[in-house]
C-alpha cells in the first residue's frame, strides 16, 4: 500500500515563504513525475509545478520566479518552496507522485491528503 503525506502548510502574511513536504511510502518500485497541485474554494484543481525523476521543471505562469519544486529520490520526497506569497496563492495544496508500486502492472497516480495553505493580505 502507497501513501503519500504532506506538511508544512499554515498561516502566512503576503509576502511570507512556507516550505511544503511530501513524502511517499509503502511498497514503491520507482517513482516518475512528482507534482504539486492546487485547489481554492469554489475553483477547480489546478497544477502549480512538476518535476521529473530526472529533476527538469515546469511551473504553472502565475508561480513563476516565486515557488521552487525540488525532490529527494532517496527519501521518495518532494518539496515546494514558496516565496514572495500573495492572497491569490491560498488553497489546498496536493502533491500527487506516478509510481510504480509493489506488486504492480504499470504507472499510477497516488494523491495525498492536501495541506491548506492560508495567505493574509
Same mark, same amino acid.
Given at each position: 500500500?502507497?501513501? &503519500?503525506?504532506?506538511? %508544512?502548510? %499554515? &498561516?502566512?502574511?503576503? $509576502? %511570507?515563504?512556507?516550505? &511544503?513536504?511530501?513524502? @511517499?511510502?509503502?511498497?514503491?518500485?520507482?517513482?516518475?513525475?512528482?507534482?504539486? =497541485?492546487?485547489? @481554492? +474554494?469554489?475553483?477547480?484543481?489546478?497544477?502549480?509545478?512538476?518535476?521529473?525523476?530526472?529533476? /527538469?521543471?515546469?511551473?504553472?505562469?502565475?508561480?513563476? $520566479?516565486?515557488?521552487?519544486? /525540488?525532490?529527494?529520490?532517496?527519501?521518495?520526497?518532494?518539496?515546494?518552496?514558496?516565496?514572495?506569497?500573495? @492572497?491569490?496563492?491560498?488553497?489546498?495544496? =496536493?502533491c500527487k507522485a506516478n509510481l510504480w508500486s509493489? +506488486? $504492480?502492472?504499470?504507472?499510477?497516480? =497516488?494523491?495525498?491528503?492536501?495541506?491548506?495553505?492560508?495567505?493574509?493580505?
Amino acid at each position: 500500500q502507497v501513501q &503519500l503525506v504532506e506538511s %508544512g502548510g %499554515g &498561516l502566512v502574511q503576503a $509576502g %511570507g515563504s512556507l516550505r &511544503l513536504s511530501c513524502a @511517499a511510502s509503502g511498497s514503491i518500485f520507482s517513482i516518475n513525475a512528482m507534482s504539486w =497541485y492546487r485547489q @481554492a +474554494p469554489g475553483k477547480q484543481r489546478e497544477l502549480v509545478a512538476t518535476i521529473s525523476r530526472d529533476g /527538469s521543471t515546469n511551473y504553472r505562469d502565475s508561480v513563476k $520566479g516565486r515557488f521552487t519544486i /525540488s525532490r529527494d529520490n532517496a527519501k521518495n520526497t518532494v518539496y515546494l518552496q514558496m516565496n514572495s506569497l500573495k @492572497a491569490d496563492d491560498t488553497a489546498v495544496y =496536493y502533491c500527487k507522485a506516478n509510481l510504480w508500486s509493489v +506488486p $504492480g502492472t504499470n504507472w499510477m497516480d =497516488y494523491w495525498g491528503q492536501g495541506t491548506q495553505v492560508t495567505v493574509s493580505s
